[in-house]
């Protein structure tokens, strides 16, 4: 079955880092674009970044160009973000996503059950 | 400010049918295609209709969405209870050069 598991949230001051990581099994990782969405529990679904199946393409969220970096290691089956800079409203749930079908850079299909990710002082 | 958009909430009674509307633009849902998700409280979004109106296996065909223009509207018929839920429907979008989303629907069973 296919399955994302991410890691890496918690709480963190404004302005300070955080990597999330996504470990992805059940399907050939390095076949699909992946994506990672935001939601403020309670509230809607936020798209933020996207990766290209090579790793070669990255696409990002106005909100976030600049101070998150997405990559990959398809070794591993692992997706990553690299999150700097932070502010208050980078905070939510950070859901990993895959493709609906292989070879897809624009649909969100099965998603892992998220890392939470809290900006505060 | 969401850049579909989706009424707030939706409702109907046990074996009724519901509708969710979902309005775009031409840079979204007037060339590309659309995608619902259901999200039950406390859980992940799951994949309910990709490609305008294609089911992935094991959604219930009582779920069934179609797409005219710069607008698209999911269906579910024989409401039961388990269908309340958070439904978004999803677009790329060429102006974002991202995913959009609706802000998302509340189905509330009677």
């Known amino acids: 079955d296919v399955q994302m598991v991410e890691s890496g949230g918690g709480l963190v001051p404004p302005g300070g880092s955080l990597r999330l990581s996504c470990e992805a099994s059940?399907?050939?990782?390095?076949?699909?674009?992946m994506h990672w969405v935001r939601q403020v529990p309670g509230q809607g679904l936020v798209w933020v970044s996207r990766i290209s199946s090579d790793g070669n393409i990255t696409t990002y969220a106005d909100s976030v160009k600049g101070r998150f970096t997405i990559s990959r290691d398809n070794a591993k089956n692992t997706l990553n973000l690299q999150m700097n800079n932070l502010r208050d409203d980078d905070s939510g749930l950070y859901y990993c996503?895959?493709?609906?079908?292989?070879?897809?850079?624009?649909?969100?299909?099965?998603w892992g059950r998220g890392t939470l990710v809290a900006v505060s002082s | 400010q969401s850049v579909l958009t989706q009424p707030p909430s939706a409702s109907g009674t046990p074996g009724q049918r519901a509708t969710i509307s979902c309005s775009g633009t031409?840079?979204?849902?007037?060339?590309?295609?659309v995608y619902w998700y259901q999200q039950l409280p406390g859980t992940a979004p799951k994949l309910l209709i990709f490609r305008d109106h294609q089911r992935p296996s094991g959604v219930s065909a009582r779920f069934s969405a179609s797409k005219s223009g710069t607008s698209a509207s999911l269906a579910i018929s024989g409401l039961r209870s388990e269908d309340e839920a958070d439904y978004y429907c999803a677009a790329w979008d060429d102006s974002l050069s991202g995913v959009g989303f609706g802000g998302g629907t509340k189905l509330t069973v009677l």
């Open positions: 031409s840079s979204n849902i007037g060339s590309h295609y």
């Open positions: 059940g399907f050939i990782f390095g076949s699909h674009w």
């Open positions: 996503v895959k493709p609906v079908h292989q070879y897809d850079s624009r649909s969100l299909g099965d």
